[in-house]
């Protein structure tokens, strides 16, 4: 597969998040949160992903993250398609967490993830790679953060599922991918991932 490069679509798809993630920043950091999609896209990018995986990487917690005022749900959705098409948004809307069930009913913090996991199922490759990317991203700029402190308990204290609740969640990712029968090559970087962090807690407990 050839590797994807710049493109005016993936141009068009940094600047759409960079409006919609503006004045975010990353969780206990002063880092902006274009950074992760960006970095999410380099990944998908270094994996020879087409473009519209890597657009999909790129808009991936738009809709997750920039419900406020001036943008509802609907309204997110509805951009994205209109921008970028049905694609990148059925790639979006598999990575991104629901509020509410089938059946309109409220999602506690755990049953998203465990809805997130359960969608995974039905899930495109396309999704599929953005989720690996992302969670290879996260998990590894976890791991850079915890290197660098001499208090592991002011990174995890970032997470609402604390250090083992964090680590358990990107475990049961990298195992339900494999379930689902994920075999992209960015899975061997994303196991060592998640293996560095639990060893990394084990030392540290």
């Known amino acids: 597969m050839t590797t994807t490069g710049y493109s005016d679509r993936i141009n068009h798809a940094?600047?759409?998040?960079?409006?919609?993630?503006d004045r975010q920043v990353r969780k206990g950091t002063r880092l902006p949160y274009l950074t992760h999609p960006a970095?999410?896209?380099?990944?998908l990018t270094r994996y020879g992903q087409d473009t519209e995986t890597v657009v999909g990487g790129i808009l991936h917690d738009v809709i997750e993250d920039c419900v406020r005022?001036?943008?509802s749900r609907e309204t997110l959705e509805q951009?994205?398609?209109?921008?970028?098409?049905?694609?990148v948004l059925d790639t979006v809307l598999a990575v991104t967490y629901r509020l509410v069930d089938d059946d309109?009913?409220?999602?506690?913090h755990d049953d998203r993830r465990?809805?997130?996991?359960?969608?995974?199922?039905?899930?495109s490759e396309s999704a599929r790679w953005v989720c690996a990317a992302?969670?290879?991203?996260?998990a590894s700029s976890i791991l850079a953060d915890l290197r660098r402190t001499i208090d592991p308990d002011t990174i995890w204290s970032r997470f609402s599922g604390g250090k083992d609740g964090t680590i358990r969640f990107y475990r049961s990712v990298y195992d339900r991918l494999n379930e689902v029968g994920f075999t992209g090559a960015i899975m061997r970087e994303l196991g060592a991932a998640v293996a560095s962090l639990e060893e990394f807690a084990d030392v540290a407990a």
Not at 114 to 123: I, N, S, V
Not at 134 to 138: I, P, Q, Y
């Open 14 to 21: 940094l600047a759409f998040a960079a409006k919609h993630h």
């Open 39 to 43: 970095n999410v896209a380099i990944i």
């Open 69 to 71: 005022e001036a943008f």
């Open 79 to 87: 951009r994205i398609g209109d921008k970028f098409g049905s694609g």
């Open 104 to 108: 309109g009913v409220e999602l506690s």
């Open 114 to 123: 465990e809805d997130y996991l359960a969608r995974l199922a039905t899930a």
């Open 134 to 138: 992302d969670k290879l991203h996260n």
